[in-house]
């Protein structure tokens, strides 16, 4: 796999020398001791680079093409997954992904934002942002999911709701608080992970959760960069000074006590290896469906609603009159 962003430029570099030797039929004692050398050089500055990432360079990693997407992690995870279609009122919304599945021998509900990876995935699935269908789609899913009693898990990808006239003259606005207000109050578990980028109210819409997780290498944010640096600067070119204004990325968001847990990354983010990236996802959705599993709906409604007044935690500084 290429080492195509920007900031991957020294990793390119070896990656390029390691590719040369190797294409060779015969390696002296040299060349072998040469290789090993620059695999572990290579393992090394990606660790460093990956450490120590900013906020605009962890952006550009939770939108890598090849990252990994809900339909790839249910796939890795699951034995089986049946998709549900349409919200019954207008029409099948295919930036939205909704179904049941078995993970580690439980049945769960799935509702995911889903991208596409070539033009015709990308259009099919309009980038991965939903029209109010879709939400409303995702509404029908959660209800069912609590007559069920079935857990429900939410895939986050999206950099936010679709913003055209049409979808504003079908309520999106409408789409997405209706599903605040029924994810608040619904009597089964919610484990919501940004598993890329979560944008705007797009992703809001399905992360009332009682657990909010996120891979290490993933946003979540009110805005995209580019658009709160058209609306600060007017020049889209201020991306990276609103990301890194805006705390968006997942450590910056725990250690502000927004997310409950960070999910390990494969060494060079999720896109160097979807199998390891879903076996971590798998580990940490079975360990909290795990405990919300034992915990009674009342209970966990309460908890829910104390988990998001408890948010966003401030002191009042001292008076000098």
Not at 137 to 144: E, P
Not at 227 to 234: D, Q, V
Request: include cysteine.
């Amino acid at each position: 796999m290429d080492y195509d962003l920007e900031f991957e430029k020294p990793l390119a570099e070896l990656a390029q020398k390691i590719a040369l030797l190797q294409d060779k039929s015969h390696l002296e004692p040299t060349e072998q001791e040469q290789l090993q050398q620059l695999t572990h050089d290579l393992q090394e500055q990606t660790r460093e680079i990956y450490t120590h990432l900013t906020a605009w360079q962890t952006v550009q990693v939770a939108r890598h093409k090849d990252r990994p997407y809900a339909a790839d992690y249910i796939r890795l995870m699951c034995q089986d997954f049946f998709e549900l279609h349409g919200d019954r009122a207008f029409g099948d919304d295919h930036a939205i992904l909704a179904g049941l599945a078995t993970l580690a021998r439980m049945t769960v509900m799935f509702i995911c934002h889903q991208k596409g990876r070539d033009s015709k995935e990308k259009e099919y699935h309009n980038f991965g942002m939903p029209h109010p269908e879709g939400y409303r789609k995702a509404a029908r899913v959660m209800k069912l999911a609590e007559k069920l009693a079935f857990p429900l898990i939410c895939l986050i990808d999206t950099p936010g709701a679709f913003p055209a006239l049409a979808d504003e003259e079908r309520g999106q606005s409408e789409a997405i608080a209706t599903n605040l207000y029924l994810m608040s109050r619904l009597r089964v578990p919610i484990i919501a992970v940004v598993i890329g980028e979560g944008g705007s109210g797009g992703a809001l819409a399905i992360s009332v959760a009682d657990r909010l997780l996120m891979l290490q290498h993933s946003i979540y944010t009110v805005a995209a960069p580019e658009a709160a640096a058209s609306i600060l600067w007017r020049d889209k070119a201020f991306a990276p000074q609103a990301a890194e204004a805006m705390r968006i990325s997942a450590q910056e968001l725990m250690d502000a006590q927004v997310v409950d847990e960070l999910i390990a990354e494969p060494l060079g983010g999720a896109h160097r290896n979807h199998a390891v990236a879903a076996t971590n996802l798998q580990a940490a959705l079975c360990k909290h469906l795990s405990e919300l599993t034992r915990i009674a709906p009342e209970q966990l409604i309460e908890r829910r609603y104390q988990k998001f007044r408890a948010i966003g935690p401030f002191t009042l500084a001292a008076s000098k009159l």
